[in-house]
């Protein structure tokens, strides 16, 4: 599985990189905060996996607050559906916010 810091993550956006971003967290965490992207629920994923294929080869990275979520995310998305081109965000959103306070 692979996974990208919070550093590479905001360089690579900065550079205008077409990202795919998913938050793995709940809604109301994502309203919270964010660092961008579509928000589905890692429960709800196996039920909205037409909302991530829809965006074919793109890369991926997949996010929730510490980084456990979406690395469960990611390992569903390989084994059960054949996604691979994803990457974790190492940390999650916790890191993010370190990394580039508000």
Same mark, same amino acid.
């Given at each position: 599985?692979? @996974? $990208?810091?919070?550093? /590479? =993550?905001?360089? !690579? =956006?900065?550079?205008? @990189?077409? $990202? $795919? =971003?998913?938050?793995? !967290? /709940?809604?109301? /965490?994502?309203? @919270?905060?964010? $660092?961008g992207g579509i928000n589905i629920p890692v429960t709800e994923l196996p039920f909205r996996i037409e909302e991530v294929r829809q965006h074919g080869d793109q890369e991926i990275v997949l996010y929730c607050q510490s980084g456990n979520r979406s690395m469960l995310a990611q390992k569903l998305l390989a084994t059960q559906f054949n996604i691979v081109n994803t990457l974790n965000l190492v940390g999650g959103a916790r890191a993010w916010r370190e990394a580039f306070p508000v």
């Open positions: 599985m692979k @996974e $990208i810091t919070s550093k /590479e =993550l905001h360089g !690579r =956006l900065a550079a205008g @990189e077409d $990202i $795919i =971003l998913i938050d793995v !967290r /709940e809604p109301y /965490e994502h309203e @919270e905060f964010n $660092i």
